[in-house]
């Protein structure tokens, strides 16, 4: 079996500070049947480190490794004209760079990092990056359902997203919410909470995603599924986010893992 990681900070430094090195990622993550991950940014700074690692460690034990450029709600009063060119001129030499799409992006209310009327035009400005160069974005959304759908609503009907728009990542909106995104073309990223005793909205979620638009994630190194809660997530243990996603829509494991890595493929645009 073969699994894609499709959300993995893996340059995080947190794996720095537990001592495992970006070898160490990659060659546990082959060991558990992980050859594709997506290495996502979350400002210019960390948008860098993902091309970077994407780049430089592409291959390495047999993984394949993809990144995204983009800001973050929490970054979004960083957002300026210099971040803008850069992601521009990322996203056009996006081959070389290995960059399969913009983020994260999207509206966060939980923290308030970023003022929320600063949230909601950079978000904007990034949709309209995804739209004018055609590639998917990987959508973050906490506690701003109302105001990220209506947003989303707006672009939709003005046909400024594409046919498949992107992810929503660790998606935590409501079943509504989710059927909703469903229906603009989006795929839905479930990652660690899925497996999580005491969470019962994200599996709802999950029995109402259709199996063609499911992708598998860990955000790590954060959010690690059951049963390694209280250690450093990473890649290596997605499988136990498809096990339980095979268990939930009542499919056998070899099933959820080859579709969830045709989807995943299908949503970054890689074969």
Do not use: W
């Amino acid at each position: 079996m073969s699994f894609f990681d499709t959300h993995a900070h893996i340059y995080d430094r947190k794996f720095e500070e537990a001592e495992i090195s970006t070898d160490d990622v990659l060659k546990r993550s082959a060991e558990s049947g992980v050859n594709r991950i997506l290495i996502p940014g979350d400002s210019m700074e960390s948008s860098k480190a993902a091309v970077s690692t994407a780049t430089q460690f592409n291959g390495k034990y047999g993984v394949q490794l993809f990144a995204s450029v983009g800001v973050h709600p929490h970054e979004a009063k960083t957002y300026d004209g210099e971040v803008e060119k850069y992601l521009r001129d990322s996203i056009e030499n996006r081959d070389e760079l290995r960059i399969r799409a913009i983020g994260e992006i999207g509206l966060d209310y939980y923290y308030d990092l970023s003022e929320r009327s600063v949230q909601r035009e950079v978000f904007e400005k990034q949709l309209l990056l995804a739209y004018e160069y055609d590639i998917p974005f990987i959508l973050h959304e906490r506690d701003a359902t109302g105001d990220c759908l209506d947003i989303l609503r707006r672009f939709f009907k003005e046909g400024k997203l594409r046919k498949s728009p992107g992810v929503c990542h660790c998606c935590s909106c409501s079943f509504e919410a989710s059927q909703e995104l469903i229906k603009m073309g989006f795929f839905i990223g479930f990652d660690g909470p899925l497996t999580f005793k005491n969470n019962k909205k994200t599996p709802e979620v999950l029995k109402g995603t259709p199996l063609d638009r499911i992708v598998i994630e860990t955000d790590s190194p954060y959010l690690t599924p059951e049963p390694n809660r209280g250690s450093i997530n990473g890649p290596c243990h997605v499988p136990y986010v498809c096990a339980k996603v095979a268990e939930i829509k009542g499919i056998t494991l070899e099933e959820a893992a080859s579709l969830t890595y045709d989807n995943g493929n299908r949503l970054y645009g890689v074969s």
